[in-house]
Structure formats: structure tokens, C-alpha cells
T-cell receptor, first 111, second 116 residues
Framework: QKEVEQDPGPLSVPEGAIVSLNCTYS??????FMWYRQYSRKGPELLMY????GNKEDGRFTAQVDKSSKYISLFIRDSQPSDSATYLC???????????FGKGTKLSVKP | EPEVTQTPSHQVTQMGQEVILRCVPI?????FYWYRQILGQKVEFLVS????????KSEIFDDQFSVERPDGSNFTLKIRSTKLEDSAMYFC??????????????FGPGTRLTVL
């Protein structure tokens, strides 16, 4: 079983749609859960992080972690064409630990 | 806004040659990382570096790889004898430290390494 699984998509939605991105994982030691956004041929950029289980909201973005199910989600409300990018989930067991990434989901928001 | 920088942006080399990828982390950061991303695949951890020594490394980071912080600003990744399968985008990242709380890893724009 792979450590972090993420559907690579691609996912295409109309502008204004609600987008749901998900990852599952197998390692119970993960405590830090992150979502990164990556534009083509650029480095990943942190969008949000969550420590342990729970929800976190930042503007149009909501991150959810369910440790009992080993399942994390990122919701994007009122999606915009500028949200078009690859979204990577990443996890770590320690605050300074190495990140384990999912494969990334390529999102395209059509005007 | 401070950022991680990497040079060169693209490196082409012949198989068996040595390459050095360079990174300038954010100035007050103390933790440094190298990751790589083979085209179409996941971003993979290679090595982390703190207090002038390797703190963690992955199975990928074998004897062909080494890291160094030769001065107060640069952080380098050396591949001694490149192989075709080393072709990838290499990302440097850095983070500050504040006890046990979360510290964001800031990524550079990457160096695309092509081994011919």
C-alpha cells in the first residue's frame, strides 16, 4: 500500500464551482497535513496546513483531516480560473520532518 | 518577500558527469531540504540538513549524493556520477525553527536536471 494516495485527475470544473480534492494515507504517525499548490515548472507553495484532526478555513479554502479514516480533503469554494494548478497533499510525522507528497491533482477551472 | 533561489534553472549533463545544484535558502532559516520530482511523478524527499549535518535521508540519497553548506548562504547538492534516471526537477526548501510547532517549508523554483 502506497504511503499517500491522491487521484491525479485531471479535474475540470466551471468557474464558481465547489472543488473537492482528497488524499488517503496509511501511516498513523503523520501529524501534520498540508496542501501545496504547484504551477507548471514551479516549486510547490503552501496553501494550508492542519495539525492532527479537524477543519481549518482560510477564505475560499477549507482543509479537513479525519485521522480515524486516514483521509484529508481540500475544498475550494467559488473556484476561479486563477485556481487552475496542480494541488499536492503532503504529510509529515514531525514539525521539521520530511514531507511525503501525494502525486498531485491537476485542476482546471474554466471561465 | 524573502524567497529560496536555485541555480541553474536548467542543467544538461552527460551520464557519468558530476553536477552541483545550488540553492540559497531564506536567510534566517536553519533547516534545509532537497526534494526531487521525476516528470509525471510525486515530489520525493531526498535529504534534510540541520546544524551542518544530515538529519535525515531517504533511500534515494545513496553514496552518489552529497550535500554541503560551504558558506553562510549556499546549500548545495552534488551528484557524483549522474545516471539517466537522475533526470528530474530538484527542489530546495528551507524552514525556520520555533520549537515543536509547525514550520512551513518554503520551496525554490527548482533546477531541471537532464542527463543524456
Amino acid at each position: 500500500q502506497k504511503e499517500v494516495e491522491q487521484d491525479p485527475g485531471p479535474l475540470s470544473v466551471p468557474e464558481g464551482a465547489i472543488v473537492s480534492l482528497n488524499c488517503t494515507y496509511s501511516n498513523s504517525a503523520f501529524q501534520y497535513f498540508m496542501w501545496y499548490r504547484q504551477y507548471s515548472r514551479k516549486g510547490p507553495e503552501l496553501l494550508m496546513y492542519t495539525y492532527s484532526s479537524g477543519n481549518k478555513e482560510d477564505g475560499r479554502f477549507t482543509a479537513q483531516v479525519d485521522k480515524s479514516s486516514k483521509y484529508i480533503s481540500l475544498f475550494i469554494r467559488d473556484s476561479q480560473p486563477s485556481d487552475s494548478a496542480t494541488y499536492l497533499c503532503a504529510m509529515s510525522a514531525r514539525s521539521q520532518g520530511n514531507l511525503i507528497f501525494g502525486k498531485g491533482t491537476k485542476l482546471s477551472v474554466k471561465p | 518577500e524573502p524567497e529560496v533561489t536555485q541555480t541553474p534553472s536548467h542543467q544538461v549533463t552527460q551520464m557519468g558527469q558530476e553536477v552541483i545544484l545550488r540553492c540559497v535558502p531564506i536567510s534566517n532559516h536553519l533547516y534545509f531540504y532537497w526534494y526531487r520530482q521525476i516528470l509525471g511523478q510525486k515530489v520525493e524527499f531526498l535529504v534534510s540538513f540541520y546544524n551542518n549535518e544530515i538529519s535525515e535521508k531517504s533511500e534515494i540519497f545513496d553514496d552518489q549524493f552529497s550535500v554541503e553548506r560551504p558558506d553562510g548562504s549556499n546549500f548545495t547538492l552534488k551528484i557524483r556520477s549522474t545516471k539517466l534516471e537522475d533526470s528530474a526537477m530538484y527542489f530546495c526548501a528551507s524552514s525556520s525553527t520555533s520549537g515543536g510547532s509547525f514550520n512551513e517549508q518554503f520551496f525554490g523554483p527548482g533546477t531541471r536536471l537532464t542527463v543524456l
